[in-house]
């Protein structure tokens, strides 16, 4: 029988910096959402994510090419995060929310899960999975016809795509702008479940250490960034944020 592997303990003193951060800053990536069950994009090696490259179905040149099988394998994507629930990482950071005098939540992630465990503001940089928009002249559509695969957009008849943000596109503008500022004010970032490779969202944290903010880690596996980190804390999210929770807790 395999047990669960005891969380490492947190470091002290970044107990201590954070019992004294004014503003912390969060970034999340595919990671935070494995121990949901959500594949993640570069370590992920069944089903479709074998068959196709995950990369290479999120461009608008895909889409132009192959507009139905990017719809399919978006909304395969979408069932499988419709039956997934939050995890104990997703949930830990739903509780830091309201430990600190500003608390910026910002994630890669397309599949709603920070919200569903009660972050109260999450700032989605690359879109989201539950939302639907016009490819051609942007209008969101509530409802669509889904025996046609993809759905045209009753405005303009231009195909119906995922609102999430493929590679070469730019990410929503306001969004984008709101997490740079919050990063630029940052006391500590924690850059959690991400590979730290897709920009502009690896080059917040650059932003963060520019002003001098303490750059916390959690990942099993290293990434460009973990030479960078103050603490790089190897383990999985659903394990290591409920720990940093209960440490500061007991604090
Ligand atoms: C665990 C764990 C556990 C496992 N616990 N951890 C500068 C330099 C170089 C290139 C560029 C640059 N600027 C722009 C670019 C180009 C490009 C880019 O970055 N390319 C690089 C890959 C080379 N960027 C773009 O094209 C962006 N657009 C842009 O810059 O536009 C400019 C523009 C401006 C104005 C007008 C027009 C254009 C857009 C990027 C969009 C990314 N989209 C995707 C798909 C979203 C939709 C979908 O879901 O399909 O976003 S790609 C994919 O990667 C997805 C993710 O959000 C993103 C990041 O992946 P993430 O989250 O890091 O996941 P993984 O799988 O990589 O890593 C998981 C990690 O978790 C691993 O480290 C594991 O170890 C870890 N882990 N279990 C904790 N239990
Ligand atoms: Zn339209």
Redesign the pocket.
Known sequence: MTRPRPAPPIPSDLVEALQSAERVVVMT????S??SGVP?????LTGLWAKYD??E??TPEAFARQPQLVWDW?AW?RELVEGVKPNA?HRALAELASRFPSFTLMT???DSLHQQAGSPEVLE???S?SRVRCHACNRPAETFDSEERPPRCEACGGLLR?D????????PADVLERATQASSEADVFLS????????????LSEVAIRVGALLVE????P?PMTPLADYALA????IILPALVATLDAA
């Open positions: 990536g595919a990671g935070v494995a121990e993640t994009f570069r370590d992920a995950p990369r179905l999120g978006f994507r990482g890669q992630n397309v940089l690359h879109g999975l995922p999430v943000v493929w590679f070469g596109e730019g990410l959690i479940g991400t590979s730290s490779v897709v920009y502009p969202a690896a080059a959690i990942n099993p596996d990434t383990g999985p999210s659903g």
